[in-house]
């Protein structure tokens, strides 16, 4: 069983930068793919960013240049480091874990 645990959303203006971290607990060792999807109002919820196999990493081509996925081992922690950020980016961000683990979300607001 793993567990995660995200934080850092908020509120910030366009241009802006946030970090979100998440925490993740149980057995995370077997766990090989990492991310971040994000779903707005209204919208279907999609992928932001992932990373694999220690340091592979995808992104969505709306975030590409702009957040940067990491991952400590050490602190079973898994980061997305936002800059640049848009109104459109505005979404509850949600950590995955594998194919099954969620975490419980963490709002995310970019004001104009």
């Known amino acids: 069983q793993v567990q995660l645990v995200e934080s850092g959303g908020g509120l910030v203006q366009a241009g802006g930068s946030l970090r979100l971290s998440c925490a993740a607990s149980g057995a995370i060792f077997r766990i090989d793919t990492m991310g971040w999807y994000r779903q707005a109002p209204g919208k279907q919820r999609e992928l932001v960013a992932r990373i694999y196999s220690g340091a592979f990493t995808n992104y969505a081509d709306s975030v590409k240049g702009r957040f940067t996925i990491s991952r400590d081992g050490a602190k079973n922690t898994v980061y997305l480091q936002m800059n640049s950020l848009k109104p459109e980016d505005t979404a509850v961000y949600y950590c995955?874990?594998?194919?099954?683990?969620w975490g419980q979300g963490t709002q995310v607001t970019v004001s104009s």
């Open positions: 995955y874990a594998g194919a099954e683990y």
